[in-house]
């Protein structure tokens, strides 16, 4: 027992470095595989109100990015406006959708709410926004982030106030995409060099591809409502060893400069997930 | 200015300087992080105990951490390098009992030749053990070596100019004072 003590104190100080070490790194495995981590709420109202300050300095030198980018937006809604289209002859018909003004509510799949971006950053291999809407807004882990021009990322950690958005660019970071000239699914994800470009993967080598081509959310991916703008085609690369092409990506959203974001709610998600926990359950 | 005041100062300096100059700066390429922040556990006084020396550190890594959402990266390599520090120290101290008469490292305490080697080291093994972890999830070889290679070289920049613009003159302590 005396000797347990006497080596405990002569090594007191290596033993002290593994300890601290040991912590760390479960910190961070933890993080990486959960993202959560102790005081991660306490910690993350901290950063989000010292990150709002300094956004307060840094949203002046990126208003006019900011503002161009939510006109485009603006204007691509104009454009779907009923009151845009009229055929010229009366052989084509134009056909308004029914949806019932009072029922619109109930079946609102997709719930949107508008968030500032206080804190971004795009240098890493792990890139996060915090947002300044967290718990009490309503927002929760798992919803969507899109921007003006098109997808975010998801959220992954909520406080009372803030919450923080793995971005598209990250290595874990995985949306369901598909092609919007030929519906041909595949999953984007990034591949950690240049933050403007992201991956796809998976898609056939059969389909015609094109420079420009806009690549949008598909109907598979849960978190984030269909046809939303995840990129435009910018290199087609054909690898031998398989049958898929991997095409690079313009990422549709200037990750340096957003600044206001909409955070998705699916509503039908909770139901969606557990038919399909139970299906997997009866199945194994 | 008092010695606690000072390094407390420089604990909220380092930090804000980390998240929000250095990380701000747009990327140029995937190797290049630039990386100040841990000159401030090279910086710590001699007179600090090895065991309050990784506890300072692994709580300066963890707040940076919070700020860049990687809980527990830099704080296992701040720990390690503040592990490290004092055997660096013990090798490359000039003269005897330097460290009862010079506050902390530094050009002037320490000799140029010998702090250049005390920060290089400790910069690559910082920024060595950083990739590592990294490159456990992801990456190969290469960007193991290129990322650790172009790091280093843009924080011992960011350290030279860091040491010109605050220079720090220890003064001789002697027991009279």
Known sequence: ?284 | MNDLLKNIFRFFAFILVQVYILHKIPPLHRFIVPYLYFLYVLWLPFSLGRTWLMIVAFVYGLSLDYFLLTPGLHAAACVLIAYVRPFLVNILIRQEGAEQSYGAPSIHSMGLAPYSLFVLVLTLLHHGYLVFLEWMEFGNFWYFLGKVGATTAVSLLLILITELLFYRKERYRTNTA
């Not at chain 1, 950053?121 to 915090?130: A, H, L, P, R, Y």
């Not at chain 1, 990422?251 to 139901?271: D, G, P, R």
């Open chain 1, 1 to 284: 027992m005396r000797n347990i003590f006497l080596f405990i104190r002569r090594y007191f100080n290596f033993l002290f470095f593994l300890a601290l070490q040991v912590l760390a790194l479960s910190f961070l495995f933890r993080y990486n595989r959960y993202h959560e981590a102790a005081f991660m709420s306490v910690a993350s109202e901290i950063t989000g109100s010292v990150n709002t300050r300094y956004n307060t300095v840094e949203y002046y030198f990126k208003l006019k990015k900011a503002n161009e980018s939510l006109v485009q937006e603006n204007v691509h809604l104009r454009e779907l406006l009923r009151s845009n289209y009229q055929g010229a002859d009366t052989t084509r018909q134009l056909v308004v959708d029914s949806i019932r003004v009072d029922s619109l509510v109930l079946d609102q799949k997709y719930f949107y709410r508008d968030a500032k971006v206080v804190g971004s950053f795009v240098t890493t291999q792990t890139n996060f926004f915090t947002l300044h809407r967290g718990l009490n807004q309503g927002v929760n882990v798992d919803m969507g982030v899109i921007g003006p021009r098109g997808v975010v990322g998801r959220i992954v950690n909520v406080s009372s106030n803030f919450s923080t958005v793995m971005t598209m660019l990250s290595r874990q970071f995985k949306v369901d995409a598909k092609l919007k000239t030929s519906g041909d699914r595949g999953t984007v994800s990034w591949d950690g060099i240049s933050p403007q470009f992201v991956q796809m993967r998976n898609i056939p080598k059969n389909v015609k591809i094109n420079k420009g081509d806009s690549v949008i959310t598909s109907e598979l991916s849960s978190i984030f409502p269909a046809n939303i703008l995840v990129g435009t085609v910018d290199t087609v690369v054909n690898d031998p060893s398989t049958n898929f092409l991997t095409l690079r990506l313009r990422s549709a959203t200037n990750f340096s400069t957003v600044q206001h974001v909409y955070i998705v709610q699916n509503k039908q998600l909770e139901e969606q997930r557990m038919l399909e926990a139970n299906t997997r359950k009866t199945n194994e």
